[in-house]
């Protein structure tokens, strides 16, 4: 008799079993279904995060390229002989038409040529705006920028004629370039970052533009607006000294993350559906099993 209630309390029913094996599959289920729900969001962030970095690294290549302009303006009229000869002469004439019949085809909006000192020999502007006639930045900073030899400057300036952006160049000889001489003068060449320029730069990178107050040293990361599906993000207009004068904030459109988490949302739902199917029949069938042991 001890031997038989041994053996009946040792070994599981059939039906016992059953239940025990759905109930251990259910929640090998669900632990599945959270493990899909994570690794799908961390698929979304990946896709989300590598979108993101193509789109900042195209947003700065082509506020670059069309910088580059300025550039190429200041390191081709910094070596030219007129201007070479100008700074021997102020009063060279030639160099000052070159100058201003040049501006407009290299999208220039004004020109500032200093002494080696700093001090002012001769401005033009593509407008009639005299607050562009004297350089934007102070004879102190300047000399603490060239004091460190940092004669190739590209920096951003707000003023009350528009946030502009600048470029300097030594004038010197090509040879005085090469052997790292000392500079005759400096050249400053600045665009103004007008609406116009700014939807040229929004139609480029197909993002919405628009410049606001920097919030601290670091840009803002990526941000994705579920309910507009863009993404929003920021990028530092630096001054001469590395400090944040304005920030490009862009926005463009990504329909493929909401569909991307639709998608995974829908899984999900079905998945869990299934999962609450099968809990569902393990109630009722222990019910149903309960009923008929009570009957008996």
């Known amino acids: 008799m001890l031997k038989n209630r041994f053996k009946h309390t040792s070994v599981f029913s059939f039906e016992t079993k059953i239940v025990l094996f759905l109930l251990v599959l259910s929640v090998l289920f669900i632990c599945g279904l959270i493990f899909i729900e994570q690794n799908e969001n961390k698929k979304t962030g990946l896709i989300f995060q590598n979108k993101a970095d193509e789109k900042i690294a195209l947003v700065n290549k082509i506020v670059q390229l069309k910088g580059s302009l300025l550039d190429i303006f200041t390191l081709e009229f910094s070596t030219r ?65 060239v004091g460190k030899k940092s004669y190739f400057n590209h920096f951003f300036v707000e003023t009350s004629a528009g946030l502009l952006e600048i470029r300097s160049a030594p004038i010197q000889s090509l040879s005085e370039r ?52 863009s993404v929003t993000f920021t990028q530092h207009l ?20 909401g569909e991307l988490n639709n998608t995974s949302e829908s899984q999900f739902i079905l998945l869990f559906v299934f999962a609450a199917v099968i809990i569902l029949f393990l109630t009722m069938f222990e019910s149903v099993r309960q009923w008929m042991f009570d009957k008996k």
Not at 182 to 201: H, Q
């Open 81 to 145: 002989e007129e201007m070479l000869n100008f700074m021997e002469t102020a009063g060279n004439q030639l160099l000052r038409f070159i100058i201003d019949e040049s501006l407009p085809s290299f999208g220039v909006d004004a020109v500032w040529i200093t002494d080696s000192d700093l001090f002012m020999l001769y401005s033009s502007t593509v407008f009639s705006d005299t607050r562009l006639r004297t350089l934007p930045v102070s004879q102190e900073e300047l000399r603490t920028l």
């Open 178 to 229: 090469k052997q790292k001489g000392p500079p005759r003068g400096y050249l400053f060449a600045t665009r103004i970052w007008t609406p116009k320029y700014i939807s040229e730069l929004a139609k480029l990178t197909e993002c919405s533009f628009h410049l606001s107050e920097p919030n601290g040293h670091q840009p803002m990361k990526p941000v994705y607006n579920e309910s507009e599906e």
């Open 238 to 257: 630096k001054d001469w000294n590395g400090k944040p004068v304005k920030s490009i904030q862009a926005r463009f459109a990504t329909p493929l993350f």
